[in-house]
């Protein structure tokens, strides 16, 4: 059904404030076997496109009885704007009914019209006879026009849910995803749906085959007899989203943190990262970076008071890892410093800064730690590329905390 906005019948009024401003409307029926006993006549505004005939059902219209043999003389109607700016273009329609309110006849305008001030435009409309398709639904070719059965094709699904209400063949969307028909690529399945959360399991939960989970950061790392950390590198897993073999890679792209950050490693040593995406980190940041035809649009910044209530106080905001990691240079800074890149800064009200990245950027995983509101957290941080193109100028890394 296309939106459009509809003047209802109130704001057509036969009588009206002027005589020579509207749209005189002729209506006739010389194809008709029976003589209609009403006939409502609505108006919708142009959008560009010819109006859905579905919407008929519902729109508001103005209701006449009719007084003339439309066989023979034409049913004629005034229709006058109250609030409607002249040069506003519209479609005109008419639904014709017997005497038991059954629609009998539909007739549109070929094109639309505009109310143009001063001016009285005469149209005609042809009624046709409507085709029923069953008690309570009629139809104009292929579209519901007018109904008062909410099943029309006898399946057992409600229109609201029927992918066809025309086709007994075709049923509903009964999964309970509130994606109804459409785009829905299972429509059996309430978890699968579009813009639904990708497990990387090798099902395509949101109907999307493009479309694949986000890496996962996985440490490596190395410890001694005493299970104490020796060494440790920071990486990230791919997604394998199809076939037998769907999960995650090897770990990959790892680089190795210095012995500042082995208290972090520690963390890990001592919980299965894997299994348990809480044990990597206390909480996780999904950042929009945008991208055109020249790379990354960078510098980008978010600001890290976002994450802290209070902004005045010392976060102890830290980089785990250096500030050169692969092709990528991010850092720190207090918020419009504008100096060099830091791996340490204290103060809540900071930035936190991707300077540089690879020329084909691709999702890349960091992580800073801090005290946040008395609470300190290690944050996991996805720089996922986003191509919208650049203007030259630094932007904002778009950052939102999402469940790990």
């Not at 300190?376 to 939102?400: H, K, M, Q």
């Amino acid at each position: 059904m296309n939106a459009r906005t509809l003047i209802v019948a109130a704001a057509l009024a036969l009588a009206a404030c002027s005589d020579d401003t509207g749209i005189l409307v002729e209506i006739h029926g010389e194809g008709l076997v029976q003589q209609p006993a009403r006939i409502d006549t609505m108006v919708i505004v142009d959008q560009g496109v010819a109006p859905d005939s579905a919407m008929w059902g519902v729109a508001d219209a103005q209701q006449a009885a009719v007084d003339v043999d439309v066989r023979q003389t034409p049913h004629t109607v005034m229709l006058r704007p109250d609030g409607v700016e002249p040069g506003t273009a519209v479609w005109v329609a008419a639904l014709a009914y017997d005497g038991g309110g059954e629609l009998i006849a539909w007739g549109e305008l070929g094109a639309p019209i505009a109310f143009e001030a001063d001016l009285v435009k005469r149209v005609a409309i042809e009624l046709r006879a409507a085709e029923e398709l069953s008690p309570g639904c009629v139809v104009k070719g292929d579209v519901v026009v007018s109904r008062t059965d909410a099943d029309c094709d006898d399946d057992a699904f409600d229109f609201t849910v029927d992918c066809d209400d025309l086709d007994p063949q075709i049923a509903g969307d009964t999964d309970g995803d509130e994606v109804v028909c459409g785009g829905d690529c299972d429509m059996t399945d309430g978890s699968i749906y579009p813009g639904a959360p990708e497990a990387c399991d090798g099902v395509d939960s949101d109907c999307d085959p493009e479309h694949v989970p986000p890496p996962r950061p996985c440490p490596l790392v190395a410890t001694d007899a005493e299970g104490n950390v020796v060494g440790c590198a920071l990486g990230q897993a791919s997604c394998v989203d199809s076939g037998p073999d769907a999960g995650y890679g090897a770990c990959v792209d790892a680089v190795s943190l210095p012995e500042a950050d082995l208290d972090v490693c520690q963390t890990w040593a001592e919980c299965d990262v894997g299994s348990d995406p809480a044990c990597f980190a206390d909480g996780y940041l999904h950042c929009k970076l945008d991208t055109g035809d020249g790379g990354a649009c960078v510098p980008a910044v978010f600001e890290l008071r976002d994450l802290v209530e209070n902004d005045d106080g010392e976060c102890g905001w830290r980089l785990v890892g250096n500030i050169q990691q692969l092709a990528w240079n991010v850092g720190l800074r207090p918020r419009g410093d504008g100096g060099p890149l830091l791996s340490f800064v204290g103060p809540c009200d900071a930035e936190l800064v991707v300077a540089d990245a690879p020329a084909v950027p691709l999702p890349r995983f960091f992580m800073i730690t801090g005290v946040t509101d008395g609470v300190e957290r290690r944050l996991a941080l996805l720089v996922d590329p986003n191509r919208v193109g650049c203007d030259g100028g630094p932007t904002e890394l778009r950052c939102a905390e999402v469940a790990p």
